[in-house]
């Protein structure tokens, strides 16, 4: 059958096409789509070591969700998430947004705070989390003693280990470590913002507060929804900075446990524990997997609806 | 033509390496371990055993320990992995030799087992069929670590009871120096702390009821040892409650702490970051004297045989000489680790007292007993005895959360 040129050329550019698709579809199937499905059916059976057992149906769930032994573990961590959710949102992505405004209006050295905000973001987590277990340490860290060199001693604390303040540390630790992210994400934002809705805003006489409420935040919509939602799936696998800080078991007793430490403690066990339950452990990693899923696609869609064209 | 002259010429070398492999018959086992720290002593034991078998090469290749057990029962799964292995005790045992991983070990295939004590195999033996799976290789004890330099200084003896360890943690704290190193930030560093000082007051009476079922941790002798170490505590290192391990471990060598409770393998690595340290250890002090001072004791793992191995009958030969006194007195005086073989000669002083403590022991409990099963009886204890050492909760409530999470699945505490 002869073939057109015309028919050639869309029959070469298809070829095209699927050589460009074709491998990274096969690649994402067999690293990504693949574990995550087996992870999914691995929580069905029970597990002996790495050896699988029987068929146990929604066990392996049930005792993640409401068994006497994991649901306190698991929600007392589901907790901390929240927690770290709801006060990174504030200081991390808040405090973003400030600095990008500070950095928006070009103040003295702006270019060399530009990338100095940024400078964390790049430094390897485990470094991050070991400079501040040192600053945090309570006999020589920085923090206790810059409090005593200031004759506040009385606010000088163990940080790390007392439970009241061990996870707002790790918090802390986290938003110093990645605020340079979101202040880049609002940067960009802010410097898309046509010049003459702000000069018309000015000339109106507003207020820099009114400024940024009224014609700025609502204007970086779409960073927001962007920063929000990839600190909503940060933070529910929350796993570094608490692993690298607080240790595996989330200590002080339990007061930094984390999902992300559960699920690496019962898939996997630790020092203490010998025990590997590898059917309980995907069963947490797929209820948090499905968790992020959901509720991350709620936000964004939620988010997207109050984003302005212009 | 060229060619063919090569492949002949190829084919003569290859026939005359086959015909020489061969008259050799070397049979080549694969041995792995987490202690790459260890390698250069395992490659010299290696080496060794060659002299013996000199039929019987042996790899020795490590993973990190984290991922050990990990690596490990993913490769025993899928029906490959080492001939001879370094596996764990315990609970972290059964986890390998419960799915049959492991070939069982008896005094007819390893004669050499008579040469252990039965703490020692039931260490490395599985509950459920009473077979021992492994060779042990080393015993560890919980004790407490003193700086003879500190305490010869201030006129100090090291304690033999309660009441002396406190009036001389007492004279250290009102010289300023921290009477103890040990912090309690780090979640296992509890458990190490309460059989350092806690064993003698315990008791080995104890454990037996324990394990009878006679009494349970909300017992008299369990709650007013806690309460004990609360009272102690208030001479651990300033801050103590946010000191994590290594900065425990480094105010001892620093010299600024006199004493550290924990484990007997602290000592190699405290002489490793200041071989000027005059070290000494002593047993948990007794509450009156006359009491049995006690260590408690545990053992670290073993070497075990592939089940399916094709070269079982080399991988014995080689686990059979892991388990002679030789063997026993070359790692105990490389490693500074206590092999538990009878009969071996110790020659570094320090190691010869741990080895005298450790005649009168009871077990390091939670290990040793309730590491079987979710929650295990040393997160329950860790964790607890944090919050209570944390001023968070009374021994009393600290004795009776480690009892009740237990009795989730230890039948003997239901009643």
Known sequence: MPVSPKQARTWKHRSWVA??????????????????????????????????????????????????????????????????????????????????????????????????????????TIIVGFLWKLFLNPNFGLINQALYTV?????????????????????????????????????????????????????DGTTEWQLLKNVVWPLVAPSTTILFTLLFIGAFNWFEIPYVMAGLDGSPFGSTDVLGLVFYRTAFGNQSASIQNFGQGSALATLIFLFIVVFASMLTLWLRRREIQF | MKLTRRLLLGAAAGGYLLSAGAAMAKTELTFWSWRQEDKAFYNEIIKKFQEKEPEISVKFETYAPENYQTILSTALAAGRGPDVIQVRAYGNLETIATPGYLLALDKQNVPELANFPEASLAAETLRSDGKVYAVPFAMQTQLVVYNKKIFKDNGLNPPKTWDELMSVAQALKAKNISPFANGTATAWQNETIVGGLLSSMLGKQFEEDIVSGKANFTDPRFVNALTKLKDVSQYFSPNFTGVDYPSSQQLFVAGRGAMFAGGSYEIANFKNQNPTLDLGVFSAPVLKAGDQALVATYYDGGYAVNAKSDKKDAALKFVRFLATPEYGTAFTNQLKNLSPIKGIKIEDPITQEVAKLAENSMSYLMLVRFRYQEPSGSVLLQSNVQKMLAGQQTPEQAAAEINKGIATYYKPFQK
Request: glycine share 8%; net charge neutral; charged share 10%.
């Open chain 1, 19 to 124: 050589f460009l698709i074709v491998p990274p579809v096969v690649f994402m199937t067999l690293f990504v789509v693949y574990p995550i499905l087996s992870a999914f059916a691995y929580a069905f059976y029970e597990w002996r070591g790495l050896a699988r057992g029987e068929f146990v149906g929604l066990a392996n769930f049930r005792d993640v969700l409401f068994g006497p032994t994991m649901a306190p573990v698991v929600w007392n961590a589901f907790l901390h998430n929240v927690y770290a959710l709801v006060a990174l949102m504030i200081i991390q992505n808040g405090g973003g947004f400030f600095l990008a405004w500070l950095l928006y209006k070009e103040p003295f050295g702006f270019r060399f705070h530009r990338v100095a905000v940024f400078v964390p973001v790049v430094l390897s």
């Open chain 1, 151 to 203: 004759g506040l001693d009385s606010l000088a604390k163990p940080w790390l280990g007392d439970s009241s303040t061990a996870l707002g540390a790790l918090i802390l630790a986290n938003a110093w470590h990645f605020v340079g992210f979101p202040t880049l994400v609002y940067l960009a934002g802010m410097q898309r913002i046509p010049s003459e809705i702000i000069e018309a805003a000015r000339l």
